[in-house]
């Protein structure tokens, strides 16, 4: 059974099916005007003397001459439609929403806030939060497993719906990627130093495509309060070196600029995807004694102050969470037909995942829901350590884990499960997302990286 879309992208994929399929025929008609054209203008360039007085064959030139303008004007409208259709130009809300950054009403100084008076958010549900660590038998009983982090990893289909039941005064002991004898490994010095980072920013580079960004206007006050972290794998780290300024401190600390590259050993997916939501979705879990984390996407370029930012999404109005709303889109049915069209994984990987959705009860995004979109645009996630929001980090990951690595889809369906009373979040517009950073393309071209061999990065 293939994923019906939503009503209001069905003309979308109409207009895109109906260019698809008639590509050939428009070609073939062009050629033939073309052609045409071509033969007439010869048959009239032989007889230029009598051009002028021949009134038919002006009278049939100008025909020729206005069809053409009118094939000209038909070929420019549907390329228009097509650059529209696979840039979702006119799904976006407003062209300043979209293309262009809008002010933030940040607080003037960095430098004069005062994070120690900031008060934590108490766990009001879930009182205590813990993961299993254990590695259990892998039996072969029937149940689908999602997690393969070892045995204690391993979380049954039926568990996946318990997970999401909360009720009050509750302990949840949880599946999250991680066992004692499976996981993201870190040495000696990069546990040493993280056991300190109580205010990170953080971001992953698993792809051979991306470059190191630096920063912008980074108070000193933050400098000194905020771990920059930069999570990488054992091969991008050799391609930094190669292509990077790496330095090594006294103890043994790897350094770009002001970020701390800390490589992860043992990664369990060949999909680099994947592995990068480790790094953006597991932040609580590689760095435990984290209270706050900013998490940025590698193509991005803060170029806003970080102590700012939590001041501005987080302390001063009261959240604990907060990401910003997506550019074009409200429902995760609209983004799924839009990451099929643009080819962005598997579909029937997606088809199966918004069946499974329905199937459950989530419902397309409307003005009726008290939410203002399912859909974030995950490039940025700010939030405060909370029993709540690890638990929120620990299902998404599951459900990133089962179904498809675009974590954009499974965002909404992870906060409808747990409920709107129980996970709260801040969404904060796109045009505020537009101001907080400059984005920069994958830039790493393909390369061959030798030492007496070759280092292939998949």
Sequence with gaps: ?????????????????????????????????????????VLYARSWKNFSR??????????????????VAGIVWASMIRIALYSDTWACQSPLSCFSGCPIPFAKDP?????????RTPDQLVKGLSYIMEDEPDVNNGWQSLLPFGGGGQKRWFERGESFKLNTTMKVKVHCGFTRSSGAGMTVADMRYVK???????????????????????????????CFVMLVDEKILSL???????????????????????PLKHLPYNETRR?????????????????YSIWVSSKMVLVADPLLILERYLWREGHSFAIS???????IYEEAYASKRRKKYSRPRIDTQMRVYQSEGLEPWSTKKRVISDVPEASIIIREHTMMNNLFSCLWFNEVHLFTPLDQLSFGYVAHRLGGESFKYFMFPFCEFNSLFELHSHSWDR????????INVA
């Excluded at 979308?12 to 070609?27: A, E, G, I, V, W």
């Excluded at 930094?240 to 800390?262: N, P, S």
């Excluded at 390369?447 to 070759?454: K, N, V, Y």
């Design 1 to 41: 059974m293939q994923f019906e879309p939503v009503q209001e992208i069905k003309n979308l994929k109409t207009l895109q099916t109906f260019f698809h399929s008639n590509s050939s025929k428009f070609r073939r008609c062009l050629s033939f005007f073309l052609s045409f054209l071509f033969e007439h203008m």
């Design 111 to 119: 430098e004069g806030l005062d994070h120690s008076n900031v008060r």
């Design 54 to 71: 021949d009134f038919a064959a002006r009278r049939m030139m100008s025909k020729v001459v206005l069809f053409l303008a009118f094939v």
């Design 447 to 454: 390369f061959e990286m030798r030492f007496g061999g070759e």
């Design 240 to 262: 930094m070196k190669y292509r990077e300024t790496v330095e090594e401190d006294i103890h043994g600390g790897l350094w770009a600029g002001i970020w701390r590259l800390i």
């Design 325 to 331: 709303q997506h550019g074009y889109r409200h429902s």
């Design 196 to 226: 300190g980072c109580k205010y990170v920013v953080a971001s992953g580079i698993f792809n051979p495509y991306s470059i190191i960004h630096q920063p912008t206007n980074v108070s000193v006050h933050s400098r000194k309060l905020f």
């Design 275 to 291: 592995n990068e939501e480790i790094s953006k979705l597991l932040i609580h879990r590689l760095i435990p004694q984290a209270q």
